[in-house]
Structure formats: C-alpha cells, structure tokens
C-alpha cells in the first residue's frame, strides 16, 4: 500500500481513501494515524466512526474528537485539543500539562520550548484516576492576577512556581490552605486561595518599599489577613 502526505492541506492519502486533519492545536496527521494504527485499515464504508472516535479521545491531549465520511472518499477528523494553562513540576522530568479545566495531559507533538512561558505547579492535589486537579478553577484566576500584576512585579509569569505549603492542607477550597509562590531570584511569597488582585497590589508595593529602602526579603507572607504583611529577611 502507498500513501502519499500532501504539503498544503494535512492529508494522508492511503488507497482507496484519504484522512484529513482539523484540529484546535498541534497534534500531527502523522501522529494521529500512528495512534489509529490498524482502526483506519478497513474499507471505507466498514468503517467504525464511534470507535474511532473513543480510540482517538484516548490521546490525552484531546479533549473531543468528532469522524465524519466525506463522500467519494475521506475521512475527517475534528478535534479539539485542550489548551495548556500550566506545566506540572514532575521529579522524573516529564512534560506534563494542565489544562485551564484541571485535566492533566501529555505534551505529545507540542514543542517544549513553546511553552516554557507557562507557571509551574507543584505539590498540589492530583487525582490519579481521573487525571485532574483540585481547585483549578482558583489557580486560574491566580494565573490571571499575575498576568494583571506582571508588570508592576517585574515579574515574568514563567518564572513562577506554585505550590501548597506542606504542613498545611492542600485543598484549595479549605480557608486554611496558603499557596506557596517561588519567584524568580528564590524568594517566596505567601498567598490565600482568594483576593489575589488585592494581594498582588500589597506584594508590589512591600517590593516597592523594599527596593527603595535596599531591603531584601526572602519571604512575604500576605495571607495572615486583608492588612497584614509578614516579611522576613
């Protein structure tokens, strides 16, 4: 059998029928029929659409895949791929990545350089079973606070890393959780899991304040309450 990749359209010509490639990101032609393997080896019309429909949402930085026949004689795919919002630190060194709805996937045919721009999250809660996690919605809407408040940190946001302190619980629901930033230069700041714009604004006046006075703190905590600041040198 001979297949033939065309430059300009993503296609794969494999007799008697084409497949032809729409996605959301960056997962291959190449790629993808390497995963379907023998599933795309049947006639055109035996063809089992759900199946592989279910064989291709098993890649898991798919988020939904729809196959449809193109009459004489393609087959389409569609797929929605899910967006990295963040990296997840890992001891093994694997590229792992989180999605801005929690789910946790591989980095297949994505550059690593592309995106190194991403925070990293460490030491947070991850469900094995169901590859998600916890409390994303809340780290969200800390990534975007950053984003808001980069410029008056002279922070940038692939510089930081995110975890939860240790001793204390890592559910991120819990009013006792304080999340545990690491900038650039290693110093580390304090935050609760609410109230990060008036939080950030805090943050970048003590640096202000630090700055102008030649002090250097290693640690800010901003989370003991709405107008408390701990800074230790």
Not at 33 to 62: C, N, T, W, Y
Not at 80 to 104: K, M, N, W, Y
Not at 117 to 141: C, K, M, S, W
């Amino acid at each position: 059998m001979h297949y033939l990749l065309l430059r300009s359209d993503r296609t794969v010509k494999i007799e008697p029928y084409s497949l032809e490639l729409h996605t959301s990101g960056t997962l291959s032609l190449p790629t993808l029929k390497k995963h379907l393997g023998q599933e795309v080896r049947s006639p055109f019309m035996r063809l089992d659409l759900f199946a592989l429909k279910r064989h291709i949402e098993r890649l898991s930085q798919v988020k939904e895949a729809q196959v449809t026949r193109v009459f004489p004689a393609t087959l389409r795919f569609d797929i929605t791929e899910h967006e990295p919002a963040f990296r997840l630190g890992s001891a093994s060194g694997d590229l792992r990545l989180v999605s801005q709805e929690g789910q946790v996937f591989c980095a297949q045919g994505l550059s690593r350089r592309a995106l190194l721009h991403l925070p990293v999250l460490t030491e947070l809660t991850f469900h094995e079973d169901d590859g998600r996690v916890d409390g994303i919605a809340i780290l969200v809407a800390l990534k975007h606070a950053l984003l808001r408040h980069s410029e008056a940190l002279g922070l940038p946001l692939q510089a930081v890393s995110i975890a939860c302190r240790d001793f204390l619980p890592k559910n991120l629901q819990d009013p006792r959780c304080v999340l545990f930033l690491k900038g650039p230069n290693a110093e580390q700041w304090c935050l609760a899991p609410h109230d990060f714009d008036g939080q950030l604004k805090r943050l970048s006046e003590v640096l202000v304040y630090s700055a102008e006075h030649r002090l250097a703190f290693s640690c800010i905590d901003l989370s003991i309450s709405q107008t408390q600041v701990i800074a230790t040198p």
